[in-house]
Nanobody, 122 residues
């Protein structure tokens, strides 16, 4: 079973940037695709971005494509999400997950960390 710890959240003004990190332990990090999800206030959890086990392929939600960049460091068991040009619509709790990718769709395996809060003020 994997343990996931997200960090890097905070409060920022619209147009600003944040970099989130997720550290994984307990299961071979480099063997699995990884993804970021977020849950805005009062809404369902939604997909943000995913990356293949090697890092060669990345996938983004339309709402963040061109503003967010997902990356991973398999040597450090770390997943990152660079978020630029933030808007109030990006306010949410952000979670990382292991999972799998089929037909360019990332499916989380159901294990979640505690999440990290991102608040963007306009």
């Amino acid at each position: 079973q994997v343990q996931l710890v997200e960090s890097g959240g905070g409060s920022v003004q619209a147009g600003g940037s944040l970099r989130l990190s997720c550290t994984a332990s307990g299961r071979a990090f480099s063997h699995y695709p990884m993804g970021w999800f977020r849950q805005p206030p009062g809404k369902e959890r939604e997909f943000v971005a995913a990356i293949s086990w090697s890092g060669d392929s990345t996938y983004y939600a339309d709402s963040v494509r061109g503003r967010f960049t997902i990356s991973r460091d398999n040597a450090k068991n770390t997943l990152n999400l660079q978020m630029n040009s933030l808007t109030s619509g990006d306010t949410a709790v952000y979670y990382c997950s292991q999972g799998w990718i089929l037909n360019n769709v990332f499916s989380p395996d159901g294990h979640w960390g505690q999440g990290t809060q991102v608040t963007v003020s306009s």
